[in-house]
């Protein structure tokens, strides 16, 4: 099949003085690279420098490029590979957009934005679901919103899909694209079951210690686990070094909590919020019960290093054609925080998989199946 009648990506990326710079630079670069025949997805990311120019940006894009569907958010950051100078870049604290086109099957995607819950869902899309069988949802999250993680699980359910993405990070307003420039709740887009997709989870913390038994707790404060000192478990499953230390162990240290009948292991990570030497109880960053498990994890360089390129190496095993775009969404904990500078994680994406057009954001939390992480980065590529 020629490319005018196949699926095609296209991304571009740039930075400017202001909102203006920035969208032209981006549009210029696609125009260069050659936007597909009959595009008509975009998806839009931005630095919070710009949150306040989002409509803008989106108004100037469509109008360039004549595509008038769009998804996106704003994040702290920002990732592009594509069209660009250089090919690659990481966006952080200064203006910058990262724009990706698609060509996809004119009902191979239903955008949605922020609605009524799951009855308000299914009227609007209901009909669209039961037809096309969504596989993927790309789904952009206000952290605000009370009951995001409750109306994942309703999103997950009401569609079939299984959803990436993540939570808006900005210190400058939380705005989304879906169409238009929304707030609140979920929005985003749902890929149909014949759209060619595969994901993969990469953790940024590793276990210090085995599964363990929260025997005494209230909401986040923990007293006991395996039925000794919550803090006297925590001292030793991090280290006589650390141990000496508690405000550092504060810093990278954190409490995980494991997937029931997961078969990788996998856990999903919140903070140690904090830690009472006294009576020897630390706080967790979520609500636990006596009967809960938990581990203790580690967040370091070289450990999340470690797993993406295991997580790349095993969706490059599962693709059987070639990927023709991605999005990726990373955790505010990871970048050039974790990594260091110039793009570290595209460079291991690009190592792995080949250079891809891809477009992504850091997160305030990162969407996966129907839960919410943290400090990890959710790859998702289209074949």
């Not at 400017?16 to 125009?31: E, F, H, M, N, Y």
């Not at 025949?37 to 360039?64: C, M």
């Not at 913390?205 to 925590?234: K, Q």
């Given at each position: ?53 989002l409509g803008s ?180 499953d991090m280290g ?97 925080h974790l990594f ?44």
């Amino acid at each position: 099949m020629s490319e005018s009648g196949s699926v095609a990506f296209r991304a571009a990326h740039a930075t400017g003085r202001d909102w203006g710079q920035a969208a032209k630079g981006v549009c210029d670069a696609l125009d260069s690279a050659g936007l597909p025949e009959g595009a008509n997805l975009g998806f839009l990311y931005v630095t919070d420098h710009l949150a306040g120019d989002l409509g803008s940006v989106l108004t100037f894009l469509r109008s360039r490029t004549g595509i008038a569907q769009w998804v996106g958010t704003t994040g702290l950051g920002v990732f592009a590979a594509g069209a660009g100078d250089p090919e690659r870049a990481e966006y952080f604290d200064r203006p910058a957009v990262a724009a990706m086109v698609a060509r996809l099957p004119s009902d191979g995607f239903r955008v949605f934005a922020p609605g009524d819950g799951p009855d308000g869902f299914r009227r609007s899309h209901g009909g669209w679901v039961e037809a096309r069988r969504p596989l993927l949802g790309l789904v952009h999250a206000d952290p605000r919103a009370p009951q995001a993680v409750e109306q994942l699980s309703e999103l997950a359910a009401a569609s079939g899909a299984y959803l990436v993405g993540g939570l808006t990070s900005s210190r400058a307003g939380f705005p989304q694209v879906a169409e238009q420039v929304v707030e609140g709740g979920l929005s985003g887009v749902l890929f149909a079951g014949d759209v060619g997709v595969a994901t993969g989870l990469s953790q940024g913390c590793s276990p210090i210690g085995p599964v363990r038994v929260v025997t005494e707790a209230e909401d986040g404060v923990v007293a006991t686990i395996d039925d000794r000192p919550a803090l006297d478990v925590l001292k030793e499953d991090m280290g006589e070094l650390l141990a000496r230390d508690l405000k550092r162990a504060l810093g990278y240290i954190h409490v995980a909590l494991p997937i029931a009948g997961s078969d990788t292991g996998d856990y999903l990570v919140r903070n140690l919020v904090g830690i009472d030497p006294a009576r020897k109880l630390i706080g967790v960053g979520a609500e636990l019960e006596p009967g809960d498990q938990i581990l203790f994890t580690r967040r370091d360089h070289d450990a999340a290093e470690a797993d993406l390129k295991r997580m790349l190496a095993s969706l490059g095993k599962r693709i059987e054609r070639p990927i023709k775009g991605g999005i990726y969404v990373s955790c505010v904990a990871r970048g050039p925080h974790l990594f260091g500078e110039g793009a570290q994680e595209l460079g291991l994406i690009d190592d792995a998989l080949g250079e891809i057009p891809l477009v992504g954001f850091i997160a305030n939390g990162e969407i996966c199946r129907d839960r919410l992480y943290g400090y990890t980065g959710v790859l998702t590529v289209f074949l």
